[in-house]
């Protein structure tokens, strides 16, 4: 069965940097556009970035433009979130999902979502 | 960016009511791609609705989208205990970019 966790996070000051990981299982993770989405506490759901099935495209949100960066390694079938120059409004819930299909640059709806690694930042 | 705003933004119910979500869009949703997951408290989302009113895999058929445009709408007929959680509605037609709404919190009066 699909199986997506995510790890990495944790409590880390202002400006500081944190990655997180997402192990997939269950499926072919090569074949498949990747997100993080993220939930502060409290909140609702934020997609903050994706990267496409063999890492050429990526987009991001404006927030995290330039201090993010979302990458993968399809031999491990992980993928990555490196998050730098981290501000108190990044703390959050991350989570790995992806949508079951494979049209190039449609984002689909999520069909599989991970459980979440929280991030805190905080000095 | 599409800005989606869900109405209201909690819903007191009682088990076996109906209950009506309501998710506008600022901007049309292209060729009708919302979606709307449910959330319980330390859980992962759950796909619903993909397509405004396509039910994903499993989902009881209690749970109904339907709308166009910029206004979509989810029900659930007869409410079960299990139905109380958050639901979140999500457009995925502007590649590259994708926005969800704020949520709308489901509650049992």
């Known amino acids: 069965q699909v199986q997506l966790v995510e790890s990495g996070g944790g409590v880390v000051q202002p400006g500081r940097s944190l990655r997180l990981s997402c192990a997939a299982s269950g499926f072919t993770f090569s074949r498949y556009t990747m997100h993080w989405v993220r939930q502060a506490p409290g909140k609702g759901l934020e997609w903050v970035t994706f990267?496409?099935?063999?890492?050429?495209?990526?987009y991001y949100i404006d927030s995290v433009k330039g201090r993010f960066t979302i990458s993968r390694d399809n031999s491990k079938n992980t993928l990555y979130l490196q998050m730098n120059s981290l501000r108190a409004e990044d703390t959050a819930v991350y989570h790995c999902?992806?949508?079951?299909?494979?049209?190039?640059?449609?984002?689909?709806?999520?069909?599989?979502w991970g459980q979440g690694t929280l991030l805190t930042v905080s000095s | 960016e599409i800005v989606l705003t869900q109405s209201p933004g909690t819903l007191s119910l009682s088990p076996g009511e109906r209950a009506t979500l309501s998710c506008r869009a600022s901007h049309s949703v292209n060729s009708n791609y919302l979606a709307w997951y449910q959330q319980k408290p330390g859980q992962a989302p759950r796909l619903l609705i993909y397509?405004?009113?396509s039910r994903a895999t499993a989902i009881p058929d209690r749970f109904s989208g339907s709308g166009s445009g910029t206004d979509f709408t989810l029900t659930i007929s007869r409410l079960q205990p299990e139905d109380f959680a958050v639901y979140y509605c999500?457009?995925?037609?502007?590649?590259?970019?994708?926005?969800f709404g704020q949520g709308t919190r489901l509650e049992i009066k």
């Open positions: 999902a992806f949508w079951n299909g494979v049209v190039p640059d449609f984002i689909g709806p999520f069909d599989f």
């Open positions: 990267i496409s099935h063999d890492g050429g495209n990526k």
């Open positions: 999500h457009q995925y037609g502007s590649s590259p970019s994708t926005t």
């Open positions: 397509g405004a009113s």
